[in-house]
């Protein structure tokens, strides 16, 4: 059974920075993994924020190009989401998703197709 934990929420100021963690364990391959972090802030739906590619790739919601960087370690089993320049709207609950394989969907930060989730770490950016 995967199991993915985030970690590295929590309240900041507009103009601030955190760096979520994902710490992965029984995803034996993550070369064949697709990587990726999700938000949805109170009602609204679920959107990609950012993703990692089997192929090493990227991908980045337009709303957060430039501000956010994902990256990973493979030696520890840890994805990471480093948020800079947070803005009020960057508020919601982000989770951490993993997929098998990778391409189109993943590019596509389409959730659906993301087989498993943490269970979230909220993040609240006050003006």
């Known amino acids: 059974q995967v199991r993915l934990v985030e970690s590295g929420g929590g309240s900041v100021q507009a103009g601030g920075s955190l760096r979520l963690s994902c710490a992965a364990t029984?995803?034996?391959?993550?070369?064949?993994?697709?990587m990726g972090w999700f938000r949805q802030a109170s009602g609204k739906e679920r959107e990609g924020v950012a993703a990692f590619d089997s192929d090493g790739s990227t991908s980045y919601a337009d709303a957060v190009k430039g501000r956010f960087t994902i990256s990973k370690d493979d030696d520890k089993n840890v994805l990471y989401l480093q948020m800079n320049s947070l803005k009020p709207e960057d508020t919601a609950m982000y989770y951490c998703?993993?997929?098998?394989?990778?391409?189109?969907?993943?590019?596509?930060?389409?959730?659906?197709?993301?087989?498993?989730w943490g269970q979230g770490t909220q993040v609240t950016v006050s003006s």
């Open positions: 029984r995803i034996t391959d993550r070369s064949g993994h697709c």
């Open positions: 998703a993993a997929g098998l394989g990778g391409g189109g969907y993943c590019r596509e930060m389409l959730g659906d197709l993301f087989g498993y």
